[in-house]
């Protein structure tokens, strides 16, 4: 799902500026889920992430997928983004699986979009502290729940944020949200065993949580939660 919103949103990005190809950041990319794929779309994409042995592997998707020279990688995080990546230098940026991790997430936000062109997108994939409770609770772990429903959170753990949470940071970085979808809205609370048994399960499955990812009914107990939003 995110996949999809975020392909869409880069067709319409290359689109409205008259170029087929973009300047897009993959920060936190890691060993390029994201950044293959959006290469392969015939994009320019700079990786930043801390781990050497996820940039190698990188590099070694880029060289099986045939789009090594579309793909530049970089050791360093978004403390270091600046010295790394020239302001207003990049059509969209992907900040997936970031904000959990770092020291100040409204920082690094507004660290991110500082590289942004004028009218350039964020896709922002956080995990969502609602979605969090209820998994704990249907395993029997309610004191957990209640931790997590506090916003309490174990040392070194990652944090979790809920929608306002997220639309508050994107205010405070300049942003202007476009969309937001629930993601792992269901597939989380699905005995595993159901879905690889049963015929058909799978598809319905992905089919349903695509259906229900935009409804701001469902993203209360989505595990994670994806914002798509443009340098306003």
Same mark, same amino acid.
Not at 17 to 20: A, C, F, K, P, S
Not at 84 to 88: T, W
Not at 176 to 186: A, E, K, Q, T, Y
């Given at each position: 799902?995110?996949?999809?919103? =975020?392909?869409a949103?880069?067709d319409r990005?290359?689109?409205a500026?008259?170029?087929?190809v973009?300047?897009v950041?993959?920060?936190?990319g @890691?060993?390029?889920?994201?950044?293959?794929?959006?290469a392969?779309?015939?994009?320019?994409?700079?990786?930043?992430?801390?781990?050497?042995?996820?940039l190698?592997a990188?590099?070694r998707r880029?060289?099986?997928?045939?789009?090594t020279?579309?793909?530049?990688?970089?050791?360093?995080?978004?403390?270091?983004? *600046?010295q790394? #990546?020239?302001?207003?230098s #990049?059509?969209?940026?992907l900040?997936?699986?970031?904000?959990?991790?770092?020291?100040?997430p409204?920082?690094?936000l507004?660290?991110l979009?500082a590289v942004?062109?004028?009218?350039?997108? /964020?896709s922002?994939l956080a995990a969502n502290?609602?979605g *969090?409770?209820?998994?704990r609770a =249907?395993?029997g772990h309610f004191?957990e729940?209640r931790?997590?429903l506090s916003?309490?959170?174990?040392a070194?753990?990652?944090?979790?944020?809920? @929608?306002?949470e997220?639309q508050d940071l994107a205010d405070g *970085?300049?942003l202007? /949200?476009?969309?937001?979808? @629930?993601?792992?809205?269901?597939a989380d609370? /699905?005995?595993?065993?159901?879905?690889?048994?049963?015929?058909?399960?799978?598809?319905? =499955?992905?089919a =349903?949580e695509?259906?229900?990812?935009a409804?701001?009914s469902f993203?209360a107990?989505a595990?994670?939660?994806?914002?798509? *939003?443009e340098l306003?």
């Open positions: 799902m995110v996949w999809e919103v =975020l392909r949103a880069l990005q290359a689109e500026l008259g170029r087929e973009l300047d950041l993959d920060t936190g @890691g060993t390029g889920n994201f950044a293959v794929p959006v392969s779309l015939g994009h320019r994409v700079t990786v930043v992430d801390p781990s050497p042995d996820a190698f990188l590099e880029a060289a099986e997928a045939g789009v020279g579309q793909v530049r990688a970089i050791q360093g995080d978004t403390d270091t983004l *600046a790394q #990546v020239p302001a207003g #990049v059509d969209a940026v900040c997936h699986g970031v904000l959990e991790y770092v020291d100040d409204a920082e690094s507004r660290e979009t942004l062109r004028p009218g350039g997108l /964020v922002l502290r609602n *969090a409770v209820l998994a =249907l395993s004191a729940a931790a997590a916003g309490v959170q174990k070194d753990a990652p944090r979790r944020f809920t @929608g306002a997220l *970085a300049g202007r /949200v476009l969309s937001v979808h @629930g993601v792992r809205i269901f609370l /699905v005995p595993g065993v159901l879905v690889d048994t049963e015929p058909g399960a799978l598809e319905s =499955l992905l =349903l695509q259906a229900a990812s409804d701001p993203h107990v595990t994670q939660l994806h914002v798509l *939003a306003s």
